[in-house]
């Protein structure tokens, strides 16, 4: 198993009194309350702990992309990647994702993309990511062809990065008469592409299409929502389209908090994770489902998973007895973990190991402590530890 | 009076009409909520008139047909129902979005178009007043801006929704948003164009209306000079709700008037 340390880049903590003055979040949390001085503090710490994950062999470290939110202050992860890309010198750079549809003109990501994995000699993981609902209030890109720009944005960059140029992409929402990007990647064909999400399963279903057979990485929610996920893409692989899909498919998320007792990494995890789940998900509902997002079965459902990790005022208890995140000594974080790969059986843990308000100084504590501790035990799992896919009776398909 | 129901076949689209009483042509395009009950305006309209109440299609549960894109795939759609269904001298009542339509409409042909009343309509921007963003509004409120009269907001609320309903609200707001998510509830060209409309028209509104405000009564008479203004007090952006008597006849009086 491959263990990639993830990051939100979260702004440092607003005042309780300013997040309970303002209804959201998301979108309209006035920036006024940004101070570029914490700011420029606040990046160069978590790119401090990135490169940290490099020197302490982690397989990769991860970021992503959000708008307008003090959740995470990385409108371009291709900033932050970049950044990185120089001062790592072994690990995978994964930008998870970059919301390609979300642009008006998606080749300049894929350009990007391209350029981070020439720099890096082919260390980039290209993920595709819709945005979350709110990201359509903020770009006014619609939220009901959501689905299909994602699609064609796609299908946009992997001609650029695949097909010899220039060519003429005609597609409903992307029209380019030139399509000739320099440079190409330098992963041949294309980096590895990975698909995070919240559980959908038209993501899921258009993932494991024998064409791609991506990633699909589970991020953020209860476990059995991640069971009831991962087992959708085998068996959607196994019943619609015919073959077995493997761990290499499948990916697991999960923030993770390690100290020498269970009860001390309660104590430590509670208040950065508590602030995580009950504050930084505040927006209104229309704003985190948005019209036409997802058909509704799928928004169904996705209301259904977040809502228990939304609805009400969430404990560190409650979290990590629901497993949305991973907390205790590192023999229960392992226990747990294998725990997880034995049922799930994925190949890429992503780990986030700082998260909410954490400090710097906690988080680094907590990158070495689960470097040293926890990481060579889940880097030794493998196939042999996962117990098997058994296809359900009445099955998807 | 329970309106007769028929689905029509126009252009690969499946369209709910509803129609009831006789008299001249009355077609009622709906707003963003779309028809979710047959209201007493209905009721009180069709006593006087041939009243139509149409789910534009992708409304109403309807399937979404591959050509709609945009308001002007709506607009065009309408003409080809009006040649289908031989329709002519039609009084069109536009509330909201529906408003907006019947313009997009009326620039293209007014040829079987007899007059037109914009109920609380959008289509055009104020800059600086905007339409309030009801996709992302909790239903609380919406409800304050839909209404003035505190009772009726809370009766409103009070309401528990049945599955069918919520399930109906849901398909709704997805069709609209698809219209009209961005730019929200109007077309940055359509001021250019509304000169065509050479028809008589006349726009109502409610005074209190916390959805579209007032203030585009009067935005929508430079375009369209000819048009007369009514602004009902007392009522938000449903008059025909809080005011229905005045609504009422202010709408046949206008129709006969013109007919």
Known sequence: MKVTMFHLMPYPRLSDEVIAAHDSYWVTMPNTYYDPKVGHVAYNQYLDQLELCDELGFDGVAVNEHHQTPYGMMPSPIVTASALARRTRNCKIAILGSAFCLREHPLTLAEEHAMIDNITGGRLITGFVRGVGAEYTVFGVNPVLSQERHYEAHDLVMQAWTRPGPFAFEGKHYHVEYVNVWPRPYQQPHPPIWCPSQGSNETIEWAAHPDRKYLYLQNFNPFSAALKYLNYYREIAQGRYGYAATSAQLGFGAPVYVADTDEQAMNEAREPIEFLFNKGFKMPGGMFFPPGYSSPSSLRQMAAAKSSIMAARKTVEQLAEQRVIIVGSPDTVIRQLRDCHRQLGFSNYVAMLQFGSMSHEMAVRNIRRFAKDVMPALQALGDKDYQGFEMPKVAAH | ?259
């Open chain 2, 1 to 259: 009076m329970k309106p007769n129901e028929e689905l029509l076949q126009v252009r690969g689209g499946t369209l709910l009409m509803r129609r009831a009483g006789s008299g001249p042509t009355v077609l009622f395009l709906h707003g963003a909520n779309g028809i979710l009950a047959w209201l007493p305006f209905f009721d009180r309209l069709s006593d006087r008139f041939d009243l139509r109440v149409p789910d534009h299609p992708s409304f109403g549960g309807s399937p979404t047909p591959p050509w709609l894109d945009d308001m002007a795939d709506l607009a065009y759609f309408y003409l080809d129902l009006f040649d289908e269904l031989k329709l002519d001298d039609i009084h069109i009542v536009g509330h909201s979005m529906g408003g907006w339509l019947a313009q997009e409409i009326a620039i293209r042909s007014q040829a079987r178009i007899k007059s037109i009343t914009l109920i609380a309509s959008v289509g055009i921007r104020i800059k600086g007043d905007p339409v309030a963003n009801l996709f992302v509004m909790t239903p609380e409120q919406i409800m304050h801006a839909v209404y003035a009269d505190p009772k009726l907001i809370a009766a409103e609320l009070a309401r528990t929704l049945t599955p069918d309903e919520i399930t109906l609200i849901t398909a709704n707001r997805t069709a609209s948003a698809r219209l009209a998510w961005s730019p929200r509830f109007f077309n940055p060209k359509l001021s250019k164009w509304l000169h065509r409309i050479t028809v008589p028209v006349q726009i109502i509104w409610g005074a209190q209306d916390g959805v579209v405000s007032a203030a585009y009564a009067q935005e929508f008479r430079k375009f369209i000079p000819h048009a007369s203004v009514t602004v009902f007090p007392d009522a938000g952006h449903a008059p025909f709700a809080e005011r229905l008597d005045d609504t009422v006849k202010t709408v046949a009086d206008f129709v006969m008037r013109n007919n």
